[in-house]
């Protein structure tokens, strides 16, 4: 294709599906999809035949859940609203209150699910501070010291939420910290939900200490159903971002091969966390080598100053029209793209396992225009 493109591999999405059913079944718990990562809702029949769930975090999430996925969500917010509400509990099996005001506020009207509360353990591995929900001061999550002894009669479950991209070895040390705050509470529940950020299915995942991370703790509270809902999991590796080359330009001795896509608009992540995107057929190296021979920095096709990344070592000039890949972009990219300065949203599309690919949507002026209509 000539237009940039998403393209999510069936055969590796499938993979990794089977990976995490897989871990859901030996560690006996659920693991459910959060969409906050992947949302790819014509995806959605591939992923029935392997988990029953999601989670939401909206209520265009949670309709989502209901109306495309046909089971209701497990939802969290961090602040509902009086509009909203009514229609997120039609579509919601349970629903987490960030704050004891909020749960004060809504519970009555949400007899229908299973309710729970978000804590907070004052304890995170992440060094992000854009991703780390427990840093001073965060507004997610009850602390310990904020609860009372005797729960709500209405709360069946906690939702602690900590990692990012995490090993089991983060989890393990994770979950000293939130039995040292909150086991003694364990008794009133009926269910925990340890949030996101496992990322079992990454290779070097040690897939086999979760699982028994989480039978041990079953051993010690076994009337506690265990909930996972990574993101990233599901779709980590399952597909690129496919863009070309339209001008080269230089300066100061850095070349940048402009592109028909745009980090600000369409790989976000990469300049909030930061990190680097993999970039097939090319090496990453360090800025002072900027200036070498078919070293190129890649420059995004809108007017923000700040969207570039480099420098990326190829092993043959670029040329106009050419394409460059960015590897696993389909997890949290794809729903966290806009459409600043009027950019195109890249189209998506599936490559099925017989090799056929399937273009699920393109975007146009319309897209555009609609979002402000």
Request: charged fraction near 25%; proline fraction near 5%; charge should be negative.
């Amino acid at each position: 294709m000539n237009t940039p493109i998403y393209i999510i591999e069936e055969t590796k999405l499938r993979r990794n599906l089977s990976l995490i059913a897989e871990v859901a079944a030996k560690a006996d718990i659920e693991v459910i999809l959060a969409f906050k990562a992947f949302a790819l809702w014509k995806t959605f029949p591939i992923f029935r035949e392997y988990i029953n769930s999601t989670t939401a975090s909206s209520l265009s999430e949670a309709r989502l859940a209901f109306e495309e996925f046909k089971a209701p969500a497990h939802t969290y917010s961090p602040a509902y609203t009086e509009e909203e509400f009514p229609e997120i509990v039609k579509c919601s099996s349970h629903i987490t209150f960030n704050s004891l005001s909020q749960y004060e506020r809504f519970h009555e009207q949400a007899k229908s699910a299973s309710l729970g509360l978000r804590v907070n353990p004052e304890y995170s591995e992440v060094s992000t501070l854009l991703y780390n929900p427990c840093a001073p001061g965060t507004r997610f999550g009850i602390t310990a010291d904020k609860l009372p002894e005797q729960l709500p009669a209405d709360i069946e479950g906690f939702h602690c939420h900590t990692l990012c991209e995490s090993g089991p070895d983060v989890f393990q040390r994770t979950l000293v910290h939130i039995e040292e705050k909150f086991a003694k509470w364990f008794p009133q529940l009926k269910w925990i939900n340890f949030g996101g950020g496992h990322l079992m299915t990454r290779k070097d995942y040690d897939v086999e200490l979760l699982i028994k991370i989480i039978h041990d703790f079953k051993k010690r509270y076994p009337w506690l159903k265990i909930i996972l809902e990574p993101g990233s999991a599901f779709a980590w590796q399952t597909g690129p971002l496919v863009s070309h080359v339209v001008d080269i330009v230089e300066d100061k001795g850095i070349k940048t091969a402009i592109l028909d896509v745009s980090f600000t608009c369409h790989m976000p992540d990469c300049l909030e966390m930061p990190y680097m995107p993999e970039v097939r057929g090319a090496e990453i190296v360090e800025m002072e080598k900027a200036t070498e021979p078919m070293t190129y920095r890649l420059g995004g096709n809108s007017c923000l100053s700040g969207d570039f990344m480099g420098s990326w070592l190829f092993d043959h000039e670029l040329k106009v029209g050419e394409e460059i890949i960015f590897e696993d972009m389909i997890h949290y990219t794809t729903v966290k793209t806009c459409t600043f300065n009027g950019i195109s949203h890249p189209a998506i599309g599936m490559l099925h396992a017989n090799g056929k690919l399937e273009i699920l949507r393109s975007f146009g002026y319309e897209d555009y225009r609609n979002r402000m209509d």
